[in-house]
């Protein structure tokens, strides 16, 4: 069952590590103020217990040349906090400030910092706890979104 807290702040991670099945994932797109490089990455996890296939990973993909990445990492290369937003697989993170990337494989090199500013957030209410509405307080719900910035600038 979820924690007030999780309410609050839906890009928390909302699952647990040791259910049967489960996805989380979280969608980060950056776009250039010319708009000539557009990518966006998604960190996430997988579990898939009876198939034993879980999983951590991060996808990478690139909306101007139509290249798409999806590297697997060991589950135990995954990493987050219970009391606010981050995300760690293996030696690239997550957070609502920005994102470090160190990936190296499968013939993907990516590396470097992104910091994100001037962030807006999408306001919490009670009534209206996100992105999902009042539909974040149903339990079982088959999917939760949640929204770290609508909008900010990219360093």
């Known amino acids: ?12 991670f909302q699952g647990v ?7 989380e994932g979280w969608y980060f797109k950056m776009v250039s103020i010319n708009e000539e490089d ?7 996890i997988a579990l898939n217990k009876k198939n034993k296939s879980s999983h951590a990973f991060i996808q990478i993909l690139d909306g101007i040349h139509a290249q798409y990445h ?18 760690k697989i ?4 997550f957070n609502k400030k920005g994102i470090h990337l160190d990936i190296n494989e499968k013939n993907v090199l990516l590396s470097g910092d992104l910091r994100f500013k001037t ?5 919490y209410h009670g009534f ?14 088959e999917c939760n979104h949640g929204v770290v910035s609508m909008d900010h600038v990219v360093e």
């Open 119 to 123: 962030q807006v957030p999408l306001p």
């Open 90 to 93: 293996r030696k690239s993170s």
């Open 17 to 23: 590590l040791d259910g049967e099945f489960y996805f």
């Open 128 to 141: 209206s706890p996100g992105v999902m509405g009042i539909f974040t307080y149903i339990p079982f719900m």
């Open 70 to 87: 999806y590297i697997s990492y060991p589950l135990e290369e995954f990493r987050t906090s219970k009391n606010h937003f981050f995300v």
């Open 38 to 44: 557009v990518l966006a990455l998604i960190p996430g």
């Open 1 to 12: 069952m979820k924690k007030f807290h999780q309410f609050q702040h839906p890009p928390i």
